[in-house]
């Protein structure tokens, strides 16, 4: 494909239950993103992967996220146990080494 | 972590004005990002822009990585400009992004 797609575009879940979203960045992109962005907010920066250097997870807002890349492509953020404030629009970014991020269109999350 | 701060936070024109977005960093970056949210929530990509000046249609940038400050000029201003611009800087420990500007273009 031609940009950075994720999945799914729309979630909505119950307080408590898990959830993954994927995000699949454009081929041969050596650095993934996750931001998230609350309604009407900024983007908070939660982790990023670059190469196969350990990820900067000093964005995690607690234990609860997690998050993967398996063979430096696709990614997968895991939220346990979510709570009604995860509610937000996660947005996942990927970039070459030598030029800027391209975002996908990011997942909807919301949690009843 | 770098701080970055994005002036003005709002900013209201009428159609065909010029604008001027500034953007400066607490410290120095070698990834520098302007990129413009439409009110579908897409991020756009405008310029990749560490240093020097771009430009592209009726959008430029110019970054002064001495200065710590980036500035994106917005020309002829259309009502499809309107939403959110944020820049954002960053180096090895990846991007920081501003608070943003929200621009509306009146017609």
């Known amino acids: 494909g031609a940009g950075v797609s994720q999945s799914p575009s729309n979630k909505v879940t119950e307080k408590g239950k898990d959830v993954e979203l994927r995000c699949d960045p454009i081929?041969?992109?050596?650095?993934l993103y996750w931001y998230r962005q609350s309604l009407g907010q900024g983007l908070e920066f939660l982790i990023y992967?670059?190469?196969?250097?350990?990820?900067?997870k000093s964005g995690l807002p607690s234990d609860r996220f997690s998050a993967e890349r398996t063979g430096g492509s696709v990614s997968t953020l895991t939220i346990q146990r979510t709570q009604q404030e995860d509610s937000a629009v996660y947005l996942c970014?990927?970039?070459?080494?030598?030029?800027?991020?391209?975002f996908g269109p990011g997942t909807r999350l919301t949690v009843t | 972590g770098i701080q970055v701060e994005q002036s003005p936070p709002d900013l209201i024109l009428q159609e065909g004005a010029n604008s001027t977005l500034r953007c400066n960093f607490s410290?120095?970056?070698?990834?520098l990002q302007w990129f413009h949210q439409n009110p579908w929530g897409q991020l756009i990509n405008l310029f990749y822009?560490?240093?020097g000046t771009k430009q592209n249609g009726r959008l430029s940038a110019t970054t002064v990585a001495t200065e710590r400050y980036s500035l994106l000029y917005i020309s002829s201003s259309q009502t499809t400009d309107s939403g959110v611009y944020f820049c954002?800087?960053?180096?090895?420990?990846?991007?920081?992004f501003g608070k943003g500007t929200h621009l509306i273009i009146q017609p």
């Open positions: 970014a990927s970039s070459p080494s030598t030029s800027g991020a391209y």
């Open positions: 081929s041969g992109h050596t650095a």
């Open positions: 992967f670059q190469g196969n250097s350990a990820p900067d």
């Open positions: 410290d120095s970056v070698n990834n």
């Open positions: 822009i560490p240093s």
């Open positions: 954002a800087g960053g180096g090895a420990d990846g991007l920081t």
